[in-house]
DNA sequence: GTGACATATAAGTCTGACTTTTTGTTTCCG
DNA sequence: CGGAAACAAAAAGTCAGACTTATATGTCAC
């Protein structure tokens, strides 16, 4: 699943970045680029390309004849991709999982207020079908096909509102949606009345009904709260 | 304002990171990392460096034996504040400016809401004094001091929010709320409506009225849609 | 104590050689 | 004539070493 794999400075990045995500290295650490290269047994030339990475993530400041310094969480780039999975895969799962969904809780429902208003008959049949998939994988424990229509349906709402900035988070969805199948609750299958809302949404955006699909994705995004309340309180 | 500034390869990243966001190499284009040093008369050990980071913001990939593949604007990472920053340097300042400010009326509103509930004492105080800087510096033309004070409010509630997600956004929308006092209009002295719906959310925030704070923020930046709409229809 | 100066240190830069992967071509056999 | 296999070229990837530059810190005189 990490993505950045391919060649030698993408295996010591998928290192070293969850590392330093995971607070191994305190804030304010100093580390040097030799004993990094030296650890990792790359070049120079390969850990100081890492460093440039990791400091426009803002992981990390390198300054001369100080070293890299470890910057402090309040300065990282939560929205990163990379770094939301580093994240995802550490210790602090739960709370980087709590702050995704409540900017989920936030940004959803203006999503499909515009998605409403603005998708494409393709993109309406796309959510009816992902809709009815979910409806068709919501019983007998067939939660893998019921996640695939799940992320499909968010994606839809979220690129179909228009707006770019919404549909780059489709993939920060997807992984919310993956870790909450995959960690948390795979023991029984999935709320019929979250279900039903999502055939509602699908049929609100193709009735063009843009205060609908917002009221009911709302709820869809305070149920998937509260859910996250009732297993970390 | 510019960032990146130090060193070589700072100053590289600012030519060629804002190129390819103002799409000056459409996508699919295939730049060569000699060329781009020669071209900018650096090493290739710098160019290397940027053309690593420009890959971990997704703006282009580098794949051996073909080059440096320019990716389509679909897929960067429109959250970096870097990109953010090229985009609104950039022509297509506009539509990005739609986009940070549809985001803004999904986000604010519930970060206003969780701040009612969240806020200590200390950042009601920076509230009411933001709010009341507003006040002061409404009339006459003042309005380098008035967006001092607005950047400071919004800022606060989003970082009262208690949400990290929502706190990262705090530069962004100084980065908006400047672009539009320092290209749009300048002409008028702010909304004077505005300006109280500023004063009543810090007067909310104060008395833990989340839904009231959540319902006027939602005013504010529903204003500030309509402002846009008026410009670029 | 304060300021100017010296020094050590670690990042920054450049160069050139070598390796590896991938693609496009060419060759050879069926 | 077609397809598979061998080959060649191109560009990124990697490495090693020498050199430059900024800067934190310690030293010394005042």
Request: proline share 4%; with cysteine; hydrophobic share 45%.
């Amino acid at each position: 699943m990490s993505t950045t794999g391919r060649g030698l400075h993408g295996r010591v990045l998928d290192t070293l970045g969850p590392e330093i995500t995971a607070g191994t290295y305190p804030p304010g650490s100093v580390l040097r680029t030799d004993e990094l290269a030296q650890r990792f047994d790359v070049s120079r030339s390969v850990m100081r390309e890492v460093v440039r990475v990791l400091e426009s993530m803002h992981l990390v400041e390198s300054r001369r004849r100080v070293g890299v310094t470890v910057l402090p969480a309040c300065e990282w780039n939560v929205y990163d991709p990379q770094v939301i999975r580093w994240r995802l895969a550490g210790a602090d799962r739960p709370r980087q999982l709590r702050s995704l969904t409540v900017l989920r809780s936030a940004v959803e429902p203006v999503a499909a207020r515009l998605a409403a208003e603005n998708a494409t008959a393709q993109q309406c049949a796309e959510l009816t079908e992902a809709a009815l998939g979910m409806v068709a994988h919501s019983r007998g424990h067939k939660l893998e096909g019921y996640l695939f229509h799940d992320v499909a349906f968010h994606r839809v709402i979220l690129t179909a509102s228009g707006n770019e900035m919404f549909a780059r988070l489709g993939d920060v969805v997807a992984e919310v949606l993956a870790g909450r199948t995959h960690h948390d609750v795979m023991f029984h299958d999935p709320d019929p009345a979250a279900v039903t809302l999502h055939v509602q949404v699908a049929e609100a955006v193709r009735a063009r009904d843009a205060e609908r699909a917002e009221r009911l994705t709302r709820e869809i995004t305070e149920g998937a709260l509260q859910e996250l309340d009732i297993l970390a309180p």
